[in-house]
């Protein structure tokens, strides 16, 4: 076994340690990123592909989201990724929604979201794949773009290597870290320091700080269309009225609470299966839809078809798209912890762990990444 060195090891190539050696390189260091899998299957390459300011809380983690929106923006075309600046559109067909809207609208200037009141008229205008049925109006956010999360998780390790001389490492997971050595299958590696972004693995490196950290496993069921027929483009990437009890940065709003009751009086299912309803399209055409929240340690491996059911009723209340045949379902874990943003521990000198970016690491990792390192040099 061949002996090598690096000043900074990365263990995981989801979206957190993509950020993290990211960050490490461009302040000089020589980065080696580790992945057990042949190619990133976590989290990272389930998603939406949304990078969704609006929802994040207002303050550190909102300028996150758009210090993370800007890296995108900068890397997309240097790694050759598909990315469309779409915008998002948050729905109303109901006066209690509505009231949330025209209150977030208010409050949005002082918390420092760029957001517009729309009425019925006004979201038509905007979006050709929204149902006029009974709707009230929405609130529009420029601030939101999308990536294709399979092609961009896939796209950035070979950018790294390639402009950043990032040393990657895949199908080798890390065993055991006991600095300066990293012990891996293949190879041990000699560096400085390590980074720990194993996502909702748990149990494979410091497992006495994971059970000890708070954070819990959430399940989410997606389903994806084929593509649309005839070039057909949703526009603005589109969340239902449930969202607005889903992201902390509606938690400002006094009304959200009357909508709540009414939501958990007349959908209880909504509430024992975390279901909010959201959409966005990637550059094939393929409309990604979701989700679903089942938390806990111990993760459900099958999936509910009635979940599935739900997401796509509700999704037929506000989408009006050419074709709803489902060509693929999955299912992705996150890590979360219950009241943070962010989970960050120093299990061993020199080594880190972040993880806990919870529903929002696409939204927020770039910029995380460059905090952790603002603050620990
Ligand atoms: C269905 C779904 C939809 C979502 N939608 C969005 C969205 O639209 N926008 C958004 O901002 N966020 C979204 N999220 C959240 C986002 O996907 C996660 O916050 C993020 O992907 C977490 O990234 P991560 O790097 O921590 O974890 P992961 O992507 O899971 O990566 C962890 C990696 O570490 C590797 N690993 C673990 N242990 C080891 C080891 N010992 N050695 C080597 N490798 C190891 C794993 O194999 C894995 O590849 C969504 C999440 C899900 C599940």
Redesign the pocket.
Known sequence: MSERKADIAI?????????HALAASKRGHSVVL????PQ?????????????PIGQAPGQVHQRALRTREIWRDLAPKAGFWLAETGSLHLAYADDEYAVHQEFAALAPDLGYQVTLFDADAVLTRSRAVRADNLKGGLWSPTELCVD?REA?AALPSYLERAHGVSLRFA????HIDLPRIH?PRDTWTVERAI??????FE??YPDIFADSGLTR?????LRTAPQPDDWRLGPMLAGGLTLRHYTAFKECQSLAAYARRITAEHPEFDDWGIHV?A?QNGRGEI?I??SHECGWSIDPFDKPEIDRWILDYLQTFLAAPSLHIAQR??????KHPDRADFIADPAPGVKI????????????FGLAEEVFAAWE
Not at 34 to 37: I, K, N, S
Not at 40 to 52: E, K, L, P, T, V
């Open positions: 263990v995981g190539t989801g979206i957190v340690g993509l950020a580790f992945e057990r899998t990133a299957q976590g989290a990272s390459i389930r998603n939406f592909g949304m990078i969704w999360p998780i080798t997971p890390v065993h891996t720990v972004c194993s996502g909702a693995d494979s490196l959430c399940k989410l069921q997606m959201m966005s990604t979701g989700d999955w299912h992705g874990i996150y890590a972040v993880n806990g970016v919870s529903g929002a690491g696409m939204t927020t990792a």
